[in-house]
């Protein structure tokens, strides 16, 4: 596949402008071909542009955080509100059993490792020097 890449983004057409936009999907090589090494990577970001709507639906209902303070607090609760609802915690019983100091709930990080183990999401990942084979 890398060869056929390389064949296929080495074209040289004469203008000038898409002779330069084939040598930067050239140079992205590696970035491009990285899902073939690793199918579980996602082929598109819609996840995350979800993610980025839901900040600007509660900004633009709330006015947006008066303060740093208030920035932070907004973009942390995010974060912890779509990782929980990603893993199929409840956000809730999550920040009810942190706050109470219950600590009866696994952290949202050991519940994302038991969850690629599980799912084997780090099988295709190679040692640190390895190259991949594509």
């Known amino acids: 596949m890398s060869q056929e890449f390389d064949a296929l983004f080495s074209t040289v057409t004469g203008y000038t402008a898409l002779d330069e936009r084939i040598a930067k999907t050239k140079a992205k090589q590696a970035q491009l071909l990285l899902v073939l090494a ?5 082929l598109h970001n819609n996840l995350a542009e979800l993610g980025a709507r839901l900040r600007v639906r509660k900004r633009d209902v709330s006015y947006g955080p008066r303060t740093e303070t ?3 607090a907004w973009d942390t609760f995010m974060t912890l509100g779509a990782t929980a609802k990603n893993l199929g915690v409840s956000f809730y019983q999550y920040i009810y059993d942190r706050v109470s100091g219950t600590l009866q709930m696994p952290s949202l990080a050991d519940v994302i490792t038991q969850q690629a183990e599980q799912r084997q999401l780090g099988a295709s ?3 640190k020097g390895a190259t991949p084979d594509y």
């Open 38 to 42: 690793h199918p579980e990577i996602p």
């Open 70 to 72: 208030g920035k932070k």
């Open 125 to 127: 990942w190679q040692p």
